[in-house]
């Protein structure tokens, strides 16, 4: 959010102002000696625990607030109010008195110059004990860094992100896209894009309001972030950056409680196939993507009318086939998706470990099953038959008539009740490679036959055979049929 009161409460020059020895993300809070979750304010440069260890941040502000009834305050009394704390591990900037989490900076930039500062002094006091802590780590640790393949030692260049706070749904979705390689090496080989310059280049941008839109690149912090996981030449990598510009461009996603990893995912995609649409360095989005003839001779999947890197690799269609139970009429939708979300079917809901005895297995299939069986819809569904010109019962089917390069499927793990949302803890068994997804295709069907007997119909499914009537069979969808000669009692031939 924009604080209003940065002017009056950020007061310390970074140079000048007496820290605590070490490095700040140690730091100790001044009442209780807690090195857990330190703060330091912006206005004295005092160091106090934050809310959830003793709450002495917070209670450093009600104490430094002055009563309205009294009036002989000074000048200086009314401006200095100690109401903005920087968290002194992760560097955001925090508020009391709007009770949340700050964006914007002063004229002066202080809390960019307080910030750096702060990065500066943890840099500075751990150089030393990195480089003796990396040295026993190289032998204690060599186990958990080296894989065994084929009898001989790998290095493990693969590296971990800081997690933020309750951060742990952008970390996971994280590395998730960036170990899927063509998507992944896109990203990595575009150019950079500079947002900063003069003074100011090379160093970690931060991302806030007053710098305006036109520094905010998520793409480029998207494509810093991949590069950063496979250098291998780090442990962990905090991604603070891509975070700041999530928060200025996904406001759903500011502060740190916890979020769902399927919801950011798909903002994610949607922004960075929003941001693709532009350029990069007057290089158009068009001309990037043609370049890798990987991409662009199978990209067939627009969305919004455009297409990128993201509708290239996740893009794929659905065919939305709905039926009228009263005249037969058929409507067929086609709609481009991303991701497909799949619900447990509810007979398997509670089975919450695979080796749990009550009940059939729940697999990846009978989620997909579930997804793509014939479905009627109910009266609050009803269907706007534009033959019978009304609304109408009907039927509704789904049929994959397009693959992405990559399938991603989402398992709906809550379900609403009339007044609760409730966890779904089904254990799905899913294979790890060959997933079959021919049966789900158009034109991938099942067959079927109707035959007449004895002057009545059935209709053969495999081994279930049912009795039905000649006004069903009329209505299905023949494929081949089978006429039989037979003569006509006035000599005429007929079949």
């Known amino acids: 959010m924009e604080c209003p009161h940065l002017g009056s409460s950020v007061c310390i020059a ?14 100790c809070c001044s009442v209780c000696r807690s090195n857990k979750s330190p703060w330091v304010c912006l206005t004295c440069s005092s160091v106090h625990c934050g809310r959830y260890v003793n709450g002495h941040a917070k209670k450093h502000y009600e104490d430094a607030q002055i009563p309205l009834t009294n009036h002989k305050k000074t000048e200086k009394q009314e401006k200095v109010q100690h109401t903005v704390c920087m968290d002194c591990s992760s560097y955001s900037t925090y508020c009391y008195r709007c009770d949340d989490f700050v964006v914007n900076d002063t004229k ?5 110059k307080v910030r750096e500062h702060l990065q500066n002094l943890e840099n500075s006091a751990f150089t030393a004990d990195r480089h003796r802590k990396r040295k026993l780590l190289e032998n204690s640790s060599l186990n958990s860094k080296l894989l065994k393949v084929n009898g001989s030692t790998t290095a493990l260049c693969a590296t971990g992100l800081r997690n933020l706070g309750n951060t742990c749904f952008m970390n996971a979705i994280l590395q998730s896209l960036s170990n899927i390689h063509q998507f992944c090496c896109y990203f990595k080989e575009l150019p950079a894009v500079e947002l900063r310059n003069g003074k100011t280049a ?10 305006g839109d036109n520094n905010v690149s998520l793409v480029e912090e998207f494509r810093k972030t991949l590069c950063a996981l496979w250098q291998g030449s780090q442990t962990a990598f905090s991604p603070e950056s891509l975070f700041y510009v999530v928060w200025k461009i996904m406001p759903n ?3 740190y409680q916890q979020q769902d990893a399927h919801e950011f995912m ?5 922004h960075l ?9 007057g290089v158009s989005r ?4 043609q370049e890798n003839s990987g991409l662009s001779a199978s990209n067939k999947c627009c969305i919004n009318g455009a297409s990128t890197v993201v509708t290239a690799i996740f893009g794929g269609i659905l065919q939305n086939e709905v039926n009228c139970l009263i005249c037969g009429t058929e409507s067929r939708k086609f709609d481009p998706f991303l991701d497909l979300s799949l619900d447990i079917p509810s007979q398997f809901r509670n089975k919450r470990t695979k080796n749990q005895e009550n009940g059939p ?3 990846l299939r009978d989620c997909l099953r579930s997804f793509t069986d014939l479905e009627e819809l109910d009266e609050t569904e009803l269907y706007m038959c534009h033959k019978c010109k009304k609304k109408q019962k009907s039927t509704k089917k789904f049929w994959i008539q397009k693959l992405p390069k990559v399938l991603c499927l989402h398992l709906k793990r809550f379900h609403w009740t009339e007044y609760l949302r409730n966890k779904v803890d089904t254990y799905v068994e899913f294979p790890l490679r060959d997933l079959d997804m021919k049966c789900y295709f158009v034109g991938s069907g099942h067959y079927t036959a109707y035959a007449t007997h004895e002057g009545r119909w059935f209709h053969f499914n495999d081994s279930t055979v049912t009795l039905t009537d000649e006004e069903t069979v009329v209505k299905a969808k023949a494929y081949i049929l089978f006429y039989v000669d037979r003569q006509a009692k006035s000599g005429s031939d007929k079949l």
Do not use: K
């Not at 196939?273 to 360095?281: I, R, Y």
């Not at 068009?286 to 993507?289: M, N, Q, R, T």
């Open 14 to 27: 970074p140079a000048s102002a007496r820290f605590p020895q070490g490095s700040p993300s140690s730091w």
């Open 108 to 112: 002066l930039g202080l809390v960019q």
């Open 202 to 211: 090379g160093r970690r941008t931060y991302h806030t309001r007053s710098q």
């Open 253 to 255: 996603f500011r502060g």
């Open 266 to 270: 798909r903002y994610l995609l949607d």
């Open 273 to 281: 196939h929003l941001e693709l649409q532009g350029g990069f360095n």
């Open 286 to 289: 068009s001309v990037i993507l």
């Open 361 to 363: 297995m729940c697999t």
